[in-house]
C-alpha cells in the first residue's frame, strides 16, 4: 500500500504458531475451545491419537490432534496437535484447509501424500476429521475429557493389564471383546459413558451399545491418556 497505493486485500491470519520443546513439538492454528467460549461462538472439539507413520514401520512417533469444528455445518475452526515429527505438516494441512472455508467432510477426504515412512493410509488429521464428522451425523457424542461424570455410568472397556496399571474409580470394567456377551452387566435406562485408552474402543462400544438400544451413551473423548493428563492439571484439581 506505502509503494503503490493499492494491493490485494490481507488473507485472514489463523494465528498458527508452533514450538519444540526438547524432544516434542506443539502447535495450533485458529480458534481454541477458551477462545472460541469467550468469543460466543459455537464450537466442538474431537481428540485422537495416531502414530506419525505407520505403525509397523520403525520409528513411528504418537501424536496428540484436538480438531475444532462448527457443530452447525462442519467448518474446521481450529487445532491443537501436540507430538513428536510431522506435527508441522499437519498444522499446515489445516490451516490450509480453512482458509479455503473447509469442512471436516472436506478434511476427511483429502489425498494426502502416503507412504510408511512419512504417514498412514489414514493420516491422523482423516482420523480427527473421521471422529468429527460422526459426531456432526449423530453417530456419538463425546463428553470432555474433565467432564463431570457423576450420573453416568462408567464403562471401561481396556484390557486387564491396562485397567491394573491405571484403574478408572468407580467404573464397571468389561474388556471390548467380552461386551457383547455381557450387555446384561449394564441398565439401559441409564446413561453410560464409555472409555477405553485414546478412544477408538470406546467408540466402538458405543456403537455396540447404540445398536443394542442403550438410548443414552457418549465417549470421554481423548479416552485415559487425555483423561489422566486434565486431572493432574491445576485448573481441574482446584474444582
Known sequence: ??????????????????????????????????????????????????????????????????????????????????????????????????????????????????????GSAKDPLHQAAFAASNELDGLVEFLPADADLERWTLLDVRNDEEVNACPLPGAVHIPIDELRERLGELDPDRPVATYCASGQRAYNAARMLAQRGFEDVAVIRGGAVIREATMRTPEFAEH
Open 1 to 118: 500500500h506505502a509503494a503503490t497505493g493499492s494491493a490485494p486485500e490481507m488473507a485472514e491470519v489463523w494465528g498458527t504458531s508452533i514450538v519444540r520443546v526438547f524432544d516434542l513439538t506443539a502447535g495450533m492454528t485458529g480458534l481454541t475451545e477458551t477462545l472460541a467460549r469467550k468469543l460466543g461462538k459455537a464450537a466442538k472439539a474431537v481428540i485422537i491419537r495416531g502414530g506419525h507413520h505407520a505403525g509397523y514401520y520403525p520409528g513411528a512417533q504418537p501424536m496428540t490432534v484436538k480438531l475444532l469444528y462448527a457443530p452447525e455445518d462442519g467448518k474446521v475452526l481450529g487445532a491443537q496437535i501436540v507430538g513428536g515429527e510431522g506435527v508441522d505438516k499437519r498444522l499446515d494441512v489445516i490451516a490450509t484447509a480453512m482458509h479455503f472455508g473447509a469442512t471436516v467432510r472436506d478434511l476427511a477426504g483429502l489425498d494426502l501424500a502416503y507412504a510408511p515412512p512419512y
